[in-house]
């Protein structure tokens, strides 16, 4: 498998399309890419889907009230960014002075970064069927001249994929963890995870004990006890896909008593990192990179098969030498 086959390139609908409510799930998606300006970035937003243009600070913008919601597109740190005064900061004298020197040397801090640090478009959540104009929004920065993770050794993007769940129903979101984990080790191979991602310390896959958990043939635990068992394996933000936002609005004083020092915005969305952000390359487009997340959503329909396949990698698991798990994902998933 190589990083020149990709899946197709128009969006495939998931197995469940609209949330128990009916309404049509929604998905956001984040970017980071060089080689154009966070202006720039943002102008190109405003081009596409309307709305209007507000400058934070030289390395932050918002693009409010477009077509799809609003968006951000910033300069990828937060030393550049000018924090939020509190009500006690006083607005004269030489803390004036220190403040309006800090905001220059936060732009030249800006300047200088964006030599090595991307740039960052945050997507408001769209509906599912609406992610073809994410493509066109993925065109628009690479005719630009926006570049990626290709473009560069020192470039180590990612993006990242924030589907709204179907369901909260627990047998649902516990076939998807195991149809994840599963999977998980083929998503690495057909992404081809860059090596400046593995330098820089890309999130972590699921720990071996946690895989062997919820595999296990018959685990079916309560809301509560998935997230506990998730807590306990998983005690951390670094995981590509992080579970804690969604746990943490299913039973926030659960998680939060867990991990009283991580800083989790709760929401009702899986949040899967992408180890890679080829804007730069041509035949890349998040559809893509949904398509393969899909594979997910599908798997985790077919529960039996999930828990064959469960068995299935612990046998390989426990071989003095074990096939690459990649290769017989990938069988598993061809199977009618």
Request: hydrophobic share 40%; with cysteine.
């Amino acid at each position: 498998m190589t990083r020149s086959t990709l899946p197709g390139r128009d969006f495939l609908p998931p197995p469940r399309l609209t949330r128990e409510d009916g309404e049509e799930r929604r998905v956001g998606v984040e970017l980071e890419f060089a080689a154009i300006s966070a202006r720039d970035g943002a102008r190109l937003v405003r081009d596409l889907f309307g709305g209007d243009l507000y400058e934070e600070d030289p390395h932050r913008f918002h693009v409010k009230d477009a077509e799809l919601g609003d968006f951000t597109v910033e300069l990828d740190t937060r030393h550049a960014h000018r924090d939020k005064p509190t009500e006690t900061e006083t607005r004269k004298g030489i803390d004036r002075f220190l403040e309006e020197m800090g905001e220059e040397l936060r732009s030249l801090y800006g300047d200088v970064s964006s030599l090595l640090v991307p740039c960052e478009i945050v997507c408001p959540p769209v509906p599912l069927t609406e992610l073809p104009r994410i493509d066109a929004l993925v065109e628009a920065l690479r005719s630009a001249g926006a570049v990626g993770t290709d473009d560069s050794p020192l470039h180590a993007f990612g993006a990242q994929l924030n589907p709204e769940v179907a369901t909260a129903d627990p047998a649902w979101l516990t076939s998807m963890l195991r149809s994840y984990v599963l999977l998980s080790d083929w998503l690495r191979e057909v992404t081809e995870l860059d090596a400046t991602r593995r330098i820089a310390a890309f999130a972590d896959p699921f720990p071996k004990e946690y895989v062997e958990r919820i595999t296990e043939p018959g685990y079916a635990p309560s809301l509560e006890g998935l997230i506990d068992d998730y807590l306990e394996d998983n005690p951390t933000r670094n995981r590509e896909l992080d579970m804690l936002p969604l746990f943490c609005w299913l039973d926030e004083e659960r998680v939060r008593s867990a991990l009283p020092d991580e800083k989790i915005h709760a929401r009702p969305t899986f949040h899967y990192r992408l180890p890679n952000a080829d804007l730069g390359r041509e035949g890349w487009n998040v559809s893509v990179e949904w398509n393969r997340w899909r594979m997910v959503e599908k798997m985790a329909e077919r529960p039996e098969r999930l828990e064959a396949m469960g068995r299935a990698w612990s046998e390989n698991a426990r071989r003095m030498f074990p096939t690459s798990w990649a290769i017989l994902a990938t069988e598993w998933m061809l199977l009618e």
